[in-house]
């Protein structure tokens, strides 16, 4: 059974931060992908962070990049969004995906929201 949980979000002031987590199971971690995205209501889900299985190329959105940091722990089948110098846009709902590089199946967690505010 494929699992994707998301832990870690919540409320905070502006300026501060986060660590999400995602922890896997019941896939082939190392064959992923992973991403995070976000989604505010009445919006599309958004694209935030990826990173590559090996290589552990990553790529961002610009409004994040340079703010937020995501990493991966193949042994542990977990990877991370380290989110820094939050703002209120930065509030949404944040979802764990994994994106398998060769069939390109995808999996979603549940989501966790983050709120930023003062």
């Known amino acids: 059974q494929v699992q994707l949980v998301e832990s870690g979000g919540g409320l905070v002031q502006p300026g501060g931060s986060l660590t999400l987590s995602c922890v896997t199971s019941?896939?082939?971690?190392?064959?992923?992908?992973m991403r995070w995205y976000r989604q505010v209501p009445g919006a599309e889900r958004e694209f935030v962070a990826s990173i590559e299985p090996y290589t552990t190329a990553t790529n961002y959105l610009d409004s994040v990049r340079g703010r937020f940091t995501i990493s991966r722990h193949n042994a542990e089948n977990t990877a991370y969004l380290q989110m820094n110098s939050l703002t209120p846009e930065d509030t949404a709902v944040y979802y764990c995906s994994a994106r398998n590089r060769y069939t390109g199946n995808v999996y979603w967690g549940q989501g966790t929201q983050v709120t930023v505010a003062s």
């Open positions: 019941g896939f082939q971690f190392t064959h992923y992908v």
